[in-house]
């Protein structure tokens, strides 16, 4: 299942600091972000099943961040 945030990260050593902290917290969570599209999108894909993610918002949170889950269009 992949998972799709809009954030408030917009400096790429943020977004590569946010991504060690997910891959160390979730061993079965691969995440990027594309800094690039207008919503500085963060991607997490599980390969075990739901991505939790009110649980990412809330290490996001801790670290600094904002993000909400962009809805299905």
């Known amino acids: 299942m992949v998972e799709v945030f809009k954030t408030n990260v917009r400096e790429h050593h943020h977004a590569k600091l946010l991504v060690h902290h997910i891959h160390q917290n979730f061993c079965e969570y691969k995440a990027n972000f594309d ?26 949170k801790e670290l600094g961040f904002d993000a909400e889950v962009l809805p299905d269009e």
């Open 35 to 60: 800094l690039d599209d207008c919503d500085n999108i963060l991607r997490v894909k599980s390969s075990t099943g739901q991505v939790e993610a009110t649980v990412l918002i809330d290490l996001l």
